[in-house]
């Protein structure tokens, strides 16, 4: 038995994988890819226009976009100082409070919507004096599936940019304080341009897994449409009632995702850190 | 008194104890090895690092002082600082880089631009005013940070290792650079380095760390002609002979010949020789050194390692012995005697000061 081989493919050898692990490989992805695909095939593209573009499918849409962008608004202004925070100032815990703000990361979504009523709901921790104070209920209002989506998208965009803020040369943060910049200066114009592209990032997943809410949200906001009912959750009833819309909804939120994901990937090559060309 | 510093700081097990003064628009050069200190030294005066004993005074201003519970912040010191690495913030453009000082002080955009765009044209920089940091080679990208540090008007300027991560060339061009900032503004300068050549280019003056501590100080001369330690010796013993190179012969003002390498660029040159690759005869030598001259013994450091004579003639020369090599030749103060050097031991840099 010979082993030469002539021409192209002489050395393709060199570098392919295994068969075996190939073969393994592509049952994985047959698995990722076989859902989406049977959906497409589902899918009642006739009717597609005019199921995406009924009334509740509208609302459902639009209060989606709002509450994901409020969330994710909402993630930046909280999340980047508490980033800052973790990755920066050592206080005694500190790893015990890491674990608590990424908790709702790895936590079942459903016990999250149940922790935030424990806390903000009418018989809550919170729930009275929010009231008395501002006249504010959470449960069952649009301001709760901010919240909630909030709570769940949050240490996504932690997790990015304190990874960022560990990996950044501190000494450009020394160079910027001689040269007269205070700490927020120096903050503002110095460490925040750098981690932009994580910070873009973290938005963006933040953002995506907002706009995916659906256990917490369902549990503590309920489930009311033009109110509550995000597209997640008008999917997960139209189920029922009507599965051609439920599949139309579902399309348009895969599309976003893995329009997200893509951009996401062009995002962090782009970004990555650039060294001096020359010394 | 333009800087005074007498503190301790303790990590661990290192202590750095310092004990210094710096004239009003004085250079002072500290050399010393990796771990010496020196990078300490800096963050106590720049204000990154509290100092843990003593107290440091800028232009008559107590910036640190444990005793008194004083400390002023980074940005209240007027202390600038040129870093090893530049250190220059890749998101924004040069031009905006030496603006930043300005603009932290409150100086509107336009004005801090301005400004800025003076101090690149003063070192040949403007051309690179839109760039970004990372497409500037390591030596401009130092001026760069250079014209930063000064932008502010510092009245304390500290050089961390200016020329240490560069080429040949741009080592000589910081150099050039730095020497015509000291002409035409004197600054109260800080120079940290391991290159002794920065030092005599550039220092009035020179400390020596090792372990934490001041081990010695004075003149550059001084120091070289008389090194308290083995590494000094190593440090600071270079002979420099400045001059025009042609055909592998460097020329010096006083018309004295040196061989140098054959494949040496042509130009002004500045040659390093050490002591140690320096040998002594009583007479004429023959045959394979090709640079040899008639020298007096002016001084003499004796060690029980070595011993350092300094010679004069037409190119002054360090000479370093073993302490048996100098008994041989019965070395005296005074004593003529002929020096030989190997074209081969003898190193050439570009010369581009005035």
């Known amino acids: ?279 | 008194m333009s800087v005074e510093a007498r503190f301790t700081i303790q990590h661990d097990s290192f202590q750095l104890t310092i004990d210094m003064t710096l004239a009003d628009g004085e250079v002072l050069a500290v050399l010393g090895p990796n771990g010496s200190g020196k990078s300490t030294l800096l963050n106590a005066l720049s204000g990154l690092q509290p100092i843990d004993s003593g107290t440091i005074q800028i232009d008559g201003n107590i910036v640190d002082d444990v005793d008194r519970s004083t400390f002023v912040l980074p940005e209240h010191r007027h202390v600038g600082v040129m870093f090893q690495n530049s250190e220059l913030f890749e998101t924004m453009s040069v031009i905006d880089n030496v603006a930043f000082g300005l603009r932290a002080h409150g100086e509107n955009r336009n004005a801090a631009r301005s400004a800025a765009a003076e101090w690149l044209k003063r070192f040949s920089l403007e051309s690179f005013a839109h760039r970004r940091p990372a497409s500037l080679s390591g030596g401009q990208a130092q001026r760069v940070a250079l014209a930063r540090a000064l932008a502010t008007r510092p009245n304390l300027l500290l050089l961390d290792e200016p020329t240490s991560a560069l080429d040949v060339r741009a080592k000589a061009e910081i150099r050039r650079d730095l020497l015509q900032l000291r002409r035409e503004h004197p600054v109260t300068t800080l120079l940290v380095t391991h290159d002794p050549l920065d030092a005599f280019a550039l220092a009035d003056r020179v400390i020596v760390l090792e372990e934490g501590r001041i081990v010695q100080s004075g003149a550059l001369d001084e120091v070289a002609s008389h090194p308290q330690s083995r590494h000094i010796a190593d440090m600071v013993g270079l002979s420099l002979v400045r001059g025009e190179v042609r055909n592998g012969t460097l020329t010096t003002a006083a018309n004295a010949l040196l061989v140098v390498p054959a494949d040496t660029p042509e130009g002004p040159s500045v040659a390093s020789i050490r002591p140690a690759s320096v040998s002594l005869h009583r007479r004429q030598p023959e045959g394979s050194a090709r640079n040899a001259w008639e020298m007096a013994i002016s001084d003499l450091d004796r060690h029980p390692d070595r011993v350092r004579a300094r010679l004069t003639g037409p190119i002054p020369l360090l000479a370093e012995l073993t302490p048996a090599g100098a008994d041989a030749l019965s070395l005296a103060v005074g004593d003529t005697l002929w020096a030989s050097v190997k074209a081969s031991e003898v190193t050439v840099t570009p010369d581009l000061l005035p």
């Open chain 1, 1 to 279: 038995m010979t082993r030469l081989r002539t021409g192209r493919n002489r050395s393709a050898g060199l570098q392919r994988p295994p068969a075996a692990i190939l073969a393994i490989a592509a049952i994985a992805i047959a698995f990722f890819a076989l859902p989406f695909i049977g959906l497409l095939w589902r899918v009642p593209w006739g009717d597609a226009w005019s199921l995406l573009t009924t009334p509740s499918s509208l609302t459902a849409l639009r209060l989606s976009i709002e509450t994901s962008l409020w969330a994710t608004a909402l993630s930046i202004v909280f999340g980047v100082p508490l980033a800052w925070v973790l990755a920066r100032y050592g206080f005694p815990g500190r790893r015990i409070v890491r674990a608590l703000c990424l908790l709702s990361l790895v936590l079942p979504p459903v016990v999250g919507g149940v922790a935030l009523f424990a806390a903000y709901g009418r018989r809550g921790l919170l729930g009275d004096s929010l009231f008395d104070w501002f006249g504010m209920r959470l449960p069952f209002s649009t301001a709760g599936v901010v919240l909630a989506q909030t709570f769940i998208a949050m240490p996504f965009l932690v997790l990015t940019v304190e990874a960022a803020l560990r990996g950044l040369d501190r000494r450009s943060e020394d160079a910027a304080r001689t040269l007269g910049a205070s700490r927020w200066y120096a903050f503002r114009r110095v460490t925040l341009p750098a981690i932009r592209p994580a910070l873009i990032a973290g938005a963006v997943l933040a953002w995506a897994r907002a706009l995916g809410e659906f256990g917490a949200t369902i549990t503590f906001a309920g489930n009311f449409p033009g109110r509550t009912q995000t597209m997640p959750l008008s999917v997960y009833l139209a189920l029922e009632s009507n599965p051609g819309q439920a599949l139309v909804l579902s399309v348009v939120m895969i599309a976003i995702s893995f329009g997200v994901l893509l951009s996401l990937r062009d995002q962090w090559l782009g970004g990555s850190t650039t060294g001096r060309s020359s010394q």
